[in-house]
Nanobody, 124 residues
Framework: QVQLVESGGGLVQAGGSLRLSCAASGGTFSTYAMGWFRQAPGKEREFITTISASGAQTYYADSVKGRFTVSRDNAKNTVYLQMNILLPEDTAVYYC?????????????????WGQGTQVTVSS
């Protein structure tokens, strides 16, 4: 059973930066595609970004393109989300997700595993 644990969330002012981490255990991390999603109060969980098992392929939602960067360190079983130029509308619970097949994650139906989420709050 794969476990995913996010960290790095918190409160930041608009224009600031945060880096989220997601540590994986219990599986073969280097073979999984990974993704990040977020869910704001009263809204559906939405796709943010995905990265292939090797890290060679990445995709981003238009809302974060140019501001967020996904990366991974397979030696550390960890995926990262660097968030820059944060906006109040980025406020949400952020979740990482894993897919056992090396096919990028593009929607909420794709992951096989989810983390518990970490809160990001951006003040104006």
């Amino acid at each position: 059973q794969v476990q995913l644990v996010e960290s790095g969330g918190g409160l930041v002012q608009a224009g600031g930066s945060l880096r989220l981490s997601c540590a994986a255990s219990g599986g073969t991390f280097s073979t999984y595609a990974m993704g990040w999603f977020r869910q704001a109060p009263g809204k559906e969980r939405e796709f943010i970004t995905t990265i292939s098992a090797s890290g060679a392929q990445t995709y981003y939602a238009d809302s974060v393109k140019g501001r967020f960067t996904v990366s991974r360190d397979n030696a550390k079983n960890t995926v990262y989300l660097q968030m820059n130029i944060l906006l109040p509308e980025d406020t949400a619970v952020y979740y990482c997700a894993a897919r056992e097949r090396n096919m990028v994650i593009l929607n909420t139906r794709d992951p096989d595993y989810w983390g518990q989420g970490t809160q990001v709050t951006v003040s104006s």
